[in-house]
């Protein structure tokens, strides 16, 4: 889909202005559309180990295009718990979206090189998965032709980051903010590029509308039903293309994004990283993680900081990579906006 002026002010207007906040009240929230979630804790991943993901070339598998045929980047085994993932999140058509689009590329890699640097020294027992997260599916304000009140990003600008992720050994998500549009459908959308080996799926549950409203005037939802479809169609991708275990990351912070969290099924070939994903201060941060995820756990747990917004309250500031690491669990997905 080519980018009409109309569709980037959209993109800019909603996904890429206002973040989701870690308040535990939906009144905190503006109708702006955010691009991002929390999750809940998993269980201590310490107790299922996996096999560190290492560096091979590709061999068998075909996305049925050419340029991401030609790509070479292939991690192999599992991620998690062997490696702590962190993320750059946004899009290159947006600076207000998140730090992967706020500057040049090289640039960008660079602040991403350096961020690791201060992770891995405050645990370095840990090694880092660089990583690129790209909303690859924008919820928006308006409903578009077919009603969905989402924008797919083109096969460009996908590529583009999938290429930016495999010079620089960097594994890649793809995140779906569904709107109206049903998350299988959207997933569909997606298939050529998740038969890669290093490229994974995000799901935001802020911007599932299933109560018909547009999206950024309510927060929305997801059951476990639908964390389930989404695991068993990258468990599908796994199978048939002989892959390594894909990783889900399900965006979270508020008790209502995720329901029935006790029926999310685990799948040996899909990693589940519940993510909180709100921004405010560092104890509102804390509080939200303890809530939505510990005492919610599906299996590994992710963290989410912001550049900007975590500084939007007075006295509020970005909390260290020390102070994230004291939480229980500790965070294996770390992402920044």
Not at 84 to 110: C, D, T, V, W
Request: with cysteine; net charge positive; proline share 7%.
């Amino acid at each position: 889909m080519r980018f009409s002026l109309a569709a980037l002010s959209l993109l800019a207007l909603y996904s890429l202005s206002n973040c989701t906040t870690s308040s535990k009240e939906e009144s905190s929230h503006t109708g702006k559309l955010t691009a991002e979630a929390s999750a809940k804790p998993v269980a201590d991943s310490s107790k299922t180990p996996a096999p560190e993901p290492v560096a091979s070339t590709r061999s068998g598998v075909s996305t049925g295009d050419s340029t991401l045929d030609s790509l070479t980047y292939a991690p192999t085994g599992a991620i998690l718990p062997g490696k702590r993932i962190f993320a750059y999140y946004g899009n290159p058509h947006s600076k207000k979206m998140g730090i992967l689009g706020k500057y040049e590329k090289e640039e960008m890699l660079q602040r991403l090189d350096k961020e690791i640097a201060n992770w891995q020294k405050a645990d370095p027992a840990t090694p880092i998965q660089p990583a690129l997260h790209l909303v690859a599916i924008s919820a928006q304000g308006a409903p578009g032709k077919d009603g969905g009140y989402r924008l797919r990003m083109s096969d460009k600008t996908i590529k583009k980051v999938i290429k930016w992720g495999n010079e620089h050994k960097a594994i890649v998500f793809l995140d779906i903010q569904r709107g109206h549009a049903p998350l299988g459908g959207e997933m569909e959308y997606l298939t050529k590029y998740l038969k890669l080996p290093f490229v994974h799926l995000g799901i935001d549950p802020e911007f599932s509308m299933v109560t018909g409203h547009k999206p950024g005037t309510k927060i929305g939802s997801y059951d476990a039903a639908d964390v389930n479809q989404a695991v068993q169609f990258l468990s599908k991708i796994v199978k048939e293309n002989n892959l390594p275990p894909k990783v889900l990351v399900v965006h979270r912070f508020t008790q209502g994004m995720i329901k029935n969290y006790k029926n999310i099924k685990l799948d040996p070939n899909v990693q589940i990283v519940m993510d909180m994903d709100g921004w405010g201060p560092p104890v509102l941060k804390k509080d939200s993680y303890h809530d939505y995820i510990q005492k919610e756990p599906v299996q590994y747990t992710g963290f989410k900081l912001f550049y900007d917004n975590d500084f939007r309250k007075p006295g509020s500031r970005i909390m260290t990579p020390e102070e994230v690491l004291a939480l229980t669990p500790k965070p294996m997905y770390i992402q920044y906006q």
